[in-house]
């Protein structure tokens, strides 16, 4: 069983910088690829980045490509979200997901383990 918790969100005025963490516990994480999603108030759950068992391989959403990177450190299994840059709209409850089916994905339904979810809130 793996168990997910994020950590590093908070308010941030429009521009800057937030480094959000997942940590991994229980089974390891360190073969699966490993995603973030984020959900603002009445809208979907979407996609913001993933990346693959080595850290080589990486996705992003286009509204974030450029500003947020995805990275982990498997030796710490913990996966970071660096967000730069950041807009009124990156607000929203982020959620660190892992894909133990390890399934290459960008849709929620290729990702089965869930943290709780960290509020990040941009003021303009």
């Known amino acids: 069983q793996v168990q997910l918790v994020e950590s590093g969100g908070g308010l941030v005025q429009a521009g800057g910088s937030l480094r959000l963490s997942c940590a991994a516990s229980?089974?390891?994480?360190?073969?699966?690829?490993m995603g973030w999603f984020r959900q603002a108030p009445g809208k979907e759950r979407e996609f913001v980045a993933a990346i693959d068992w080595s850290g080589r391989n990486t996705n992003y959403a286009s509204s974030v490509k450029g500003r947020l990177t995805i990275s982990r450190d498997n030796a710490e299994s913990t996966i970071y979200l660096q967000m730069n840059n950041l807009k009124p709209e990156d607000s929203a409850v982020y959620y660190c997901a892992a894909a133990t089916r390890y399934t290459w994905s960008t849709a929620a339904s290729g990702f089965d383990t869930w943290g709780q979810g960290t509020q990040v809130t941009v003021s303009s």
């Open positions: 229980g089974r390891t994480v360190n073969n699966y690829p």
